[in-house]
């Protein structure tokens, strides 16, 4: 009895110790992109449009998976509507008048797909490019940090009021709906005078706003722009965008847990494109400074720039940072993975080095691999006061120059990609049960 005991606690102390070491980045016991997410949205078939959206819809909608639907031109859903959307329904963006689909203020989407039937936005053209059509805009009252509180969308929408694209407020716990198993590929549209649309914009949207396995795809702009409020992202993905992963400003307060941006070297606007872009304002004058500052808490993150050769790529400028932090905003990133960037982080030159602001921007039990470079300061060529304070024992940050291939579980995988952190062929994983929760709220 005692050496069976013993055996017991041998066993479970080892993988303990497995599991513990090995927990950075996504995690699950079974890889979560499976089932619901597309790698390849160009080659899918989806058939024709059967229903046309357009305008405002002011009272409670529901979309049906027997039909495909059309956004033709600039849809509000408003007047306090709520629009449910049925699992694997697909609604496409009109490609000859840019689609696009708000929520607005007040109103709530509730589009919960499930794992093998997902809710998927896309474009009507059938050769599907980025920046075909705009994308989806959800509005909540939750603060911003902006004097008066509340601001308006501004990208040219044509809306019947301004009501239809206001948002900001006081509401820490805004609901807005849920969004859980769905896919928004190729938004973005460019305008003149606007710039680029977004896949998914969160702006004042409040932690009771349910937004879990979401893919971004193929998109022109941001992926997931976020715009004030409290939101909490779980299980989120941005793939190949154009322009930045995630974007947060005006005073946003954000948790994202457990998410995914795969960036390619060969896909990138003209002026750049990261990870994760965390700034408080765009112009200082503007910004309340009696309002919270941009606070973004991350935990196991991967964010990983894939290409054939990094190092070829970095000498002829396709790679830059994974993530951008502006002044006068708080970061915090935990047991994360960062694969691949030239470096993996920029912090802006107006941040003053001093303890108070150092204390604010927190890198701990991250694992930097093929990265020339880890932390800078923009406009600075000597680092090492940087990269010798995130380096210190305190942080218990790791540095690594594997290969993809040895680094992930499956990173050249098209169509079933495990981007699950594996060294020695110990998956990483800190949960022993399947949580699928398809049917939760």
Not at 90 to 118: C, E, H, W, Y
Not at 137 to 163: C, H, R, W
Not at 328 to 357: Q, W
Request: net charge negative; with cysteine.
């Amino acid at each position: 009895m005692k050496n069976l005991i013993q055996t017991a606690l041998i066993i479970l102390l080892v993988l303990s110790n497995c599991f513990a070491q090995q927990e950075k980045g996504i995690i699950g016991y079974d890889n979560w992109l499976n089932t619901w997410t597309e790698f390849k949205p160009s080659t899918t078939e989806y058939g024709e449009p059967t229903q046309i959206l357009s305008g405002n819809i002011s009272k409670d909608t529901r979309l049906l998976k027997r039909d495909v639907y059309l956004l033709l031109g600039d849809v509000f859903i408003t007047n306090n509507a709520t629009l449910t959307i049925e699992p694997g329904t697909v609604i496409m963006g009109d490609f000859k008048t840019k689609g696009s689909l708000t929520i607005s203020n007040g109103s709530r989407i509730i589009a919960k797909g499930t794992q093998t039937d997902p809710i998927v936005f896309t474009s009507s053209r059938g050769s599907k490019k980025q920046g075909d059509w705009g994308g989806l805009f959800i509005l909540g009252d939750a603060p911003l940090n902006i004097f008066g509180q509340v601001s308006a969308l501004n990208y040219g929408l044509k809306s019947s009021s301004t009501e239809s694209i206001a948002y900001g407020g006081d509401n820490v716990e805004n609901d807005s709906g849920i969004l859980r198993y769905l896919r928004i590929e190729f938004a973005g549209k460019r305008t003149k005078g606007y710039g680029y649309f977004n896949g998914l914009t969160l702006a004042g949207v409040g932690n009771k706003t349910i937004v879990e396995n979401v893919m971004v795809s193929y998109c022109a702009g941001n992926s997931f722009n976020i715009l004030g409020g409290t939101p909490i992202l779980e299980r989120v993905i941005s793939y190949r965008s154009s322009r930045n992963d995630y974007e947060f400003n005006y005073g946003t307060q954000c948790q994202l847990i457990n998410s995914l941006a795969v960036r390619s070297p060969y896909i990138s606007s003209a002026d750049g494109s990261r990870c994760l872009v965390v700034k408080s304002y765009e112009i200082k004058e503007e910004a309340d400074t009696t309002k919270k500052q941009t606070f973004v808490n991350a935990e196991n993150l991967t964010l990983v720039n894939i290409s054939e050769d990094i190092k070829s790529d970095i000498k002829v400028g396709l790679v830059q940072e994974a993530i951008y932090i502006g002044a006068d905003t708080s970061f915090s990133i935990n047991k994360s993975v960062i694969s691949g960037f030239y470096p993996a982080v920029i912090l802006d030159n107006e941040i003053v080095l001093n303890n108070e602001n150092l204390e604010k921007i927190r890198f701990t039990r991250t694992y930097f691999n093929n990265c020339k470079g880890n932390i800078y300061r923009s406009g600075h060529t000597n680092n090492d006061d940087l990269e010798s304070w995130y380096g210190s024992r305190a942080f218990d940050n790791l540095y690594s120059r594997g290969s993809d291939a040895e680094t992930f579980i499956d990173a050249k995988s098209t169509r079933n990609p495990d981007f699950r952190l594996q060294v020695n062929r110990i998956i990483a994983s800190n949960d022993f049960i399947d949580d699928d929760d398809d049917n939760d709220d």
